[in-house]
């Protein structure tokens, strides 16, 4: 058996292949080793994951393990993430295309939807916390990338109106993209510019109700010691200066000219980086700032109220 792909001519079942290929990636360093393994087989046998637990005896036939063999190589040896070799993600339950120009969505994100949502139409034992108003509730997404939160929150809020903004024109490609194959591409109006320029010269109505971002947020500092997936990621949609705070600082800075009195900025961030921008909100002029916690207990949303 070589190093990098299973004996070819051997017969190899898939509790077998799926054995090698957790062993082969722990080895490598890839740290989710067995689900990743599991997600490829399953992908290449064009079948369920957890119908591999069913076919755990199967023999697994030629063609399917050479397709298998090529992925198994790529998220090995050039460590692309899983996302991109099956060009999908799933957010919010709803299936994303995902490739190289956005970033793929991560779970963690679903803070700031659920924070949004929570916002836009209260809990079950709290009301809604954007102002009363007669027309629809205005949101804007920065930074929309495959268009994973605008999305979520359109297939939330069938009543809302909601804007997405990218400075990526490959990324708004694919978020016009979802948008279609999920059937939302009426709900949401994409607009290509830098934070909130070309919204007013595209005739986009203001102010905002609610403003969500998911900005980069990674330090330039950290390159260094980040893993081998994130170089298959745009660099625009990770980095954000020395200390990663360029983008949350412009945001803050600018978001208050266009949102409603009594509208919310949620951001979000990496968890050390919540004190500093709870400063930099109660700076700018924002009130009630708030923040809310990942599924790992780490402060992952920061959010402020428009006076
Ligand atoms: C961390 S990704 C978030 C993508 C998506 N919202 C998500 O949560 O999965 C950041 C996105 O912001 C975009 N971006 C970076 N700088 C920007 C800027 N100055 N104005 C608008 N978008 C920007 C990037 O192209 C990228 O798509």
Known sequence: MSAGSPDREKTWTVLELLTWTTDYFKRVGIESARLDAEVLLAHALETERLRLYID????????ERDAYR???????????????????????????????????????TETLVEWALSKAKGGSQEPAQVPEKEGKLRI?????????IALALASELPHAELMATDLSPAALQIAAENADELRMAERIRF?????FEHLKAEGV???FDLIVSNPPYVARADEGSLPPELSHEPEMALFAGQDG??????????AGDHLSSGGWLGIELSPEQADEVEGLLKE????????????????????????
């Open 56 to 63: 755990y005896e199967k023999p697994v036939q030629k063609a």
């Open 140 to 148: 804007l997404d920065i930074g929309t990338g495959s268009g994973a």
């Open 205 to 207: 109505k203001e102010p």
């Open 191 to 195: 607009v290509e510019g830098d934070l």
């Open 284 to 307: 700018a002029g924002f009130t009630d700032v708030e923040r809310r916690f990942d599924l790992a207990s780490r402060p992952r949303v920061v959010a402020g109220r428009w006076p």
């Open 245 to 254: 705070l360029d983008v949350i600082r412009r945001l803050v800075a600018e």
């Open 70 to 108: 090529t992925l198994v190589q790529r998220r090995a040896q050039d460590r692309i993430p899983v996302s991109q070799l099956l060009g999908e993600r799933e957010f919010w339950s709803l299936g994303f295309k995902v490739t190289s120009d956005v970033l793929t969505p991560r779970p963690e």
